[in-house]
C-alpha cells in the first residue's frame, strides 16, 4: 500500500498569517517539517496541499526546491483538497498532518502507521483522546474512506476539518486511539503554532536542540522543557480552537 504524508498548508492563515514559512534557523517553519517527516521509514512520499490563491505560489516553490509533491486546491474544502492531493500521486492511504505542527516526531508517525498496516482500522490518530502534547498529532486512513466521506457530508464543518466525519461516526468507522504514556502535565503543552507565542517556543526548541541534534524527538523535546519551564509560559494562555 502506497503511504503518502499529506501536509496542510496556506500562507492565509487567520491568527498568523504566513507562518508556514517564517523562519527558524533561516529556513522556512514548512521546510523545517518537511525535513523532520523525510526520516519516517514507513512514508512512501510527502505532498503539501496548498490552495490556488497566489498567495501560496510560493509554497508550490518550496516544495519544488525540496523535490517534494505540492497539490493545490480549495482554499474552503480541505477535505477535497486533501483527497485530492491524495488522489494526485495514486496514494491508498492518508496520513494527515497539518502545517502548523513542524515538532511532528516522525517516530511516532511510524508508530501510527505500522499500526495501521498491522491492524484492520479505518482511522488510526493519537487525537481523539490527547494524551501526547498538541502539535504532535498524526492521523491513519484510507484514500477509500476520505472519498466515501466526501460524498456523504457537505457540513462546512466536516469540508474545514478533514477527518472530522470520520471520528464522529464511529458507529460507521473502526477506530484507534495511540495512547503515550506520558504524564499528563504533558498534555497541556502547546507545541503547535497559531499565534506570534506559539512560534516562540517552537523556534527556542529548535535553536537548543536542532544544532546538536537534527533528529531531535519528543523525548528530548520534553527533557528540554522539563529543564526550561519558564519556557511555556510563552503561550499558555492561547486557547486552542474546536472544531465545531
Excluded: W
Amino acid at each position: 500500500m502506497e503511504v503518502t504524508a499529506i501536509i496542510e498548508a496556506r500562507m492565509k492563515s487567520t491568527r498568523l498569517p504566513g507562518k508556514n514559512l517564517r523562519p527558524i534557523l533561516g529556513r522556512p517553519m514548512l521546510e523545517m517539517l518537511i525535513e523532520r517527516l523525510k526520516r519516517s521509514k514507513l512514508l512512501d512520499g510527502i505532498v503539501v496541499a496548498t490552495t490556488t490563491d497566489a498567495s501560496d505560489d510560493v509554497i508550490e516553490a518550496l516544495c519544488g526546491k525540496l523535490g517534494v509533491g505540492c497539490f493545490r486546491g480549495s482554499m474552503e474544502d480541505v477535505l477535497d483538497r486533501v483527497l485530492r492531493a491524495a488522489q494526485s500521486v495514486d496514494a491508498d492511504v492518508i496520513v494527515e498532518i497539518t502545517g502548523d505542527c513542524p515538532l511532528t516526531d516522525p517516530g511516532i508517525v511510524d508508530q501510527a502507521v505500522e499500526f495501521f498496516l498491522k491492524n484492520k482500522y479505518d482511522y488510526v490518530s493519537n487525537v481523539l483522546q490527547l494524551t501526547y502534547p498538541l502539535g504532535i498529532a498524526v492521523q491513519v486512513f484510507p484514500v477509500k474512506v476520505l472519498e466515501e466521506v466526501s460524498r456523504l457530508t457537505q457540513d462546512p464543518a466536516d469540508r474545514e476539518h478533514v477527518s472530522l466525519y470520520i471520528y464522529e461516526h464511529p458507529e460507521r468507522y473502526a477506530l484507534h486511539n495511540m495512547e503515550s504514556g506520558l504524564s499528563e502535565k504533558y498534555r497541556d503543552y502547546r507545541l503547535t503554532v497559531d499565534t506570534p507565542e506559539d512560534f516562540a517556543l517552537i523556534c527556542a526548541i529548535f535553536e537548543a536542540l536542532y544544532p546538536n541534534k537534527p533528529a531531535f524527538d519528543l523525548a528530548d523535546m520534553l527533557a528540554f522543557l522539563d529543564s526550561n519551564p519558564a519556557l511555556l509560559e510563552l503561550n499558555r494562555g492561547i486557547q486552542q480552537r474546536s472544531a465545531r
